[in-house]
C-alpha cells in the first residue's frame, strides 16, 4: 500500500523504510553522484516481482517494489546494487544473459559486501574466488555451478535485475555512469584518507567529503593565480535541491553573496568544471551583475557569456562543456558591444540557454556582503588586479588583450557623469578666440598710469554659430530633481565655454519652442510649461526644420527614457538621462546617465 492511497492514521511503515534506506544511500560519498543521476520510482506503475525489491534498467531508471516492507538497510542495500550495475557498465549485450546477470550480481555484492554498507537481501554467505565479472560469466556458461551463484540479485527468485529497451520519460539524456562512478570512489578515498590522518569525519556526511567543485576551486587557488585570487572567497552550494529550486541547470553564481551554485544532478568532467568555475568567477570578479544597469537582463547575460567563453577558450581554461555559448564572431569585443549587436534579435537569442538554463539568468541579484564587511566591487578589484600581476610574474599562461583591458578599467573608478558631459561640450566647442580692443580699456599698470591699454575680448566671428540645441522632456514621469540638475550642468558649462546662447525646446504632447536662451538664464527663470506624455519627435522636427539654427549644432536630448523612437536625420546628438533608465532604442550618440 502506498502513502498515496493509505488510510488516515494508519503510518507507512514501508514508505518509511524505503525512505530511510534512500537517505542512507543519498548521503554516502560514493553512490552520490550516481544516484543524482538516476531516476528512482516506487509507486503502483513500476515493473516488480511479488518478492523483489527492485530493477534497474540501461537508462538509469531503478524500478523499486510498493509492496516490500523491507529494513531500511535492505533497501539502501538493493538501490545501492543497482546503482552499481550502471556504473560498473554491466549493461552489456551477451550471448547467455542470464549469466552475465548472475556473474555481474556476484561482482556488485561482493563489492558492497567488503564497503561494509546495508544489510543484504540475501541468506548466507558469498562464494569465494572469483574478482572479474567476465571471468565468473566465462565460467557459469562452460560449467553447471549456476545455482550456487544465483540469488544475489536484486529483483526476485529468477529473475534478471538489469532490463534492457526500458523507457522512462523522467529519464533525459544518457548519463556517463563510469565517470559518477569514479567521482565517487574518488569522494570516499578522500574521505577515508582524511579518517586515517586523524580527522574524525563521518563518511556518511555530505559536508565531510569535498565535492567537485570544491577540489576545482582549491586548484584555482593552488594553480591559477588570476582567478584563484577572486574564488577564495567564494562558498561552493553543490547542493541539487537549493539548484532546483531556484531554476539553475548547471550553474549560477550571486557576486553581492560571494556564492557559487552547481548542479550536482549535472555531470561534468573536471575540465569542464574548470571552464564552469572559471566562467562564473568572471562573471563576479568583472561586475556583470551592475554594469547591467538599464540593459534587458537575459541578454546582457548572454552577450557577456560570449565575451568570457570567448577568453576562456584562448586561454585554455578547462574544457568547454556542451551547450556552452561561444561564437568566434564577437572575439575581441566587450559585453556592452556585444549587446549592441544581438539586442536586435532578441527572439533568437532569448532562445540560446546559459548556464542557469533557457530564460534563466546564471548572473543572480542579491543584496549583501562578503565575509568581514568586505566591500564586494573592492575586493573582486583588487582580486583580479593581484591576481593578474602573480600571473605574469609566475608566467601562467595566455592571457587575452580585451580581458587585461577590463582589469584595467575596473582598476579605475568611473568618470562621473558630468564630467562626460564636459568632455562632450569640449568636443564640440572649441576655445573661443580672443582679441586685444581698445573699445574697452584694460586697468592701467600702476608705474604708467597714463598709458592706456588694450583688453582682451572675445572675437564676434568665433561666436557666430556657435550654439546646440536642448529638447527637454517636460512630461508627468521625468523627475523634477533631474530636471534641475541636468539643466544647472548645461548652464554652468556653456557659460564656462562661452556658448552665449542655447536653442531650448519643450516637450510633452506637444512642442513648445523657447527661443535662444542665455545659459543663466537655462538655469534660472525657464518654467517647465507642459506635463502631459512623452513625445519628442516634434521637438526634434522643430529644431532641425528651424531656419535660424545651425544645420551642424549639435542637440542635447533630456529624458527619462520613457519617450517615443527619435530619428533625427544624421544630426549630431546626445542624451542624458537619470542612472538606470533605458531608452526604446539604439542611441546614435553618446549617453549620460546622471547617478
Known amino acids: 500500500m502506498t502513502k498515496k492511497n493509505k488510510p488516515k492514521g494508519r503510518p507507512d511503515i514501508a514508505g518509511d523504510n524505503f525512505d530511510a534506506g534512500y537517505k542512507m544511500v543519498s548521503v554516502h560519498p560514493l553512490f552520490r553522484p550516481l544516484l543524482g543521476e538516476a531516476g528512482v520510482r516506487r509507486d503502483e506503475g513500476c515493473i516488480y516481482v511479488k518478492e523483489g525489491a527492485a530493477f534497474v534498467a540501461n537508462n538509469g531508471s531503478i524500478l523499486c517494489n510498493p509492496r516490500q516492507r523491507f529494513e531500511p538497510g535492505q533497501w539502501a542495500r538493493a538501490l545501492a546494487h543497482c546503482l552499481l550495475h550502471l556504473g560498473m557498465s554491466h549493461f552489456q549485450k551477451k550471448d547467455h544473459p542470464v549469466e552475465w546477470n548472475i556473474a555481474c550480481d556476484y561482482i556488485v555484492e561482493k563489492f558492497i559486501a567488503d564497503l561494509g554498507f546495508g544489510i543484504p537481501l540475501y541468506n548466507g554467505r558469498l562464494p569465494s574466488g572469483v574478482t572479474d565479472e567476465v571471468k565468473l560469466y566465462n565460467l557459469l556458461c562452460g560449467s553447471n555451478i549456476i545455482n550456487e551463484y544465483a540469488g544475489l540479485g536484486t529483483a526476485g527468485p529468477g529473475a534478471n535485475d538489469m532490463l534492457f529497451g526500458y523507457k522512462d520519460r523522467y529519464i533525459g539524456k544518457p548519463s556517463p555512469w563510469e565517470a559518477l562512478f569514479a567521482c565517487g570512489l574518488a569522494n570516499a578515498v578522500q574521505g577515508a584518507v582524511n579518517v586515517a590522518a586523524g580527522n574524525q569525519i563521518d563518511l556518511s556526511d555530505t559536508r565531510a567529503v569535498k565535492n567537485p567543485a570544491e577540489r576545482t576551486k582549491e586548484w584555482f587557488i593552488s594553480n591559477y593565480p588570476l582567478l584563484g585570487a577572486v574564488g577564495a572567497r567564494f562558498k561552493i552550494v553543490y547542493d541539487a535541491n537549493v539548484c532546483e529550486r531556484m531554476g539553475i541547470a548547471v550553474a549560477a553564481v550571486s557576486a553581492a553573496l560571494a556564492e557559487i551554485y552547481i548542479n550536482p544532478k549535472r555531470y561534468m568532467t573536471q575540465d569542464e568544471m574548470k571552464f564552469v568555475l572559471a566562467h562564473e568567477f568572471l562573471h563576479a570578479a568583472l561586475g556583470h551583475d551592475v554594469r547591467r544597469q538599464w540593459r534587458n537582463a537575459y541578454i546582457w547575460n548572454v552577450a557577456c557569456d560570449f565575451v568570457i567563453n570567448q577568453w576562456l577558450m584562448e586561454m585554455g581554461v578547462g574544457e568547454r562543456p556542451d551547450g556552452t555559448l561561444y561564437d568566434a564572431a564577437y572575439k575581441g569585443m566587450n559585453a556592452e558591444a556585444v549587446y549592441d549587436l544581438i539586442i536586435n534579435d532578441m527572439r533568437k537569442f532569448f532562445k540560446m540557454a546559459t548556464y542557469a538554463g533557457i530564460g534563466q539568468n546564471d548572473i543572480l541579484p542579491g543584496i549583501g556582503g562578503l565575509p568581514g564587511g568586505a566591500d564586494p566591487d573592492d575586493y573582486y578589484r583588487r582580486a583580479l588586479a593581484s591576481g593578474l600581476s602573480y600571473h605574469r610574474e609566475q608566467n601562467r599562461g595566455f592571457i587575452p588583450q580585451g580581458l587585461i583591458e577590463e582589469i584595467y578599467a575596473l582598476a579605475h573608478p568611473p568618470i562621473p557623469w558630468d564630467v562626460e558631459l564636459a568632455r562632450w561640450f569640449d568636443g564640440h566647442f572649441t576655445p573661443a578666440e580672443h582679441k586685444r580692443s581698445y573699445a574697452r580699456q584694460s586697468r592701467r599698470q600702476s608705474s604708467t598710469p597714463g598709458i592706456p591699454r ?36 548645461i548652464a554652468s558649462y556653456s557659460a564656462a565655454r562661452d556658448v552665449y546662447a542655447a536653442r531650448v525646446v519643450f516637450c510633452d504632447a506637444d512642442a513648445y519652442d523657447a527661443g535662444y536662451m542665455k545659459p543663466e538664464e537655462i538655469a534660472g527663470s525657464v518654467k517647465v510649461k507642459g506635463r502631459g506624455g512623452t513625445i519628442l519627435q516634434p521637438g526634434i522636427d522643430l529644431l532641425l526644420n528651424a531656419e535660424d539654427f545651425p544645420k551642424n549644432a549639435p542637440i542635447l536630448i533630456i529624458t527619462d527614457g520613457k519617450c517615443d523612437k527619435l530619428v533625427l536625420y544624421g544630426a549630431e546628438q546626445a542624451y542624458l538621462i537619470p542612472h538606470g533608465a533605458a531608452l526604446p532604442f539604439v542611441p546614435k550618440g553618446d549617453v549620460f546617465r546622471m547617478r
Not at 457 to 486: C, E, H, K, P, Y
Open 454 to 489: 588694450p583688453n582682451r575680448v572675445i572675437s564676434q566671428t568665433s561666436l557666430d554659430g556657435r550654439t546646440f540645441g536642448v529638447v527637454l522632456d517636460t512630461s508627468g514621469s521625468m523627475d523634477r530633481n533631474v530636471l534641475a540638475a541636468s539643466l544647472g550642468a
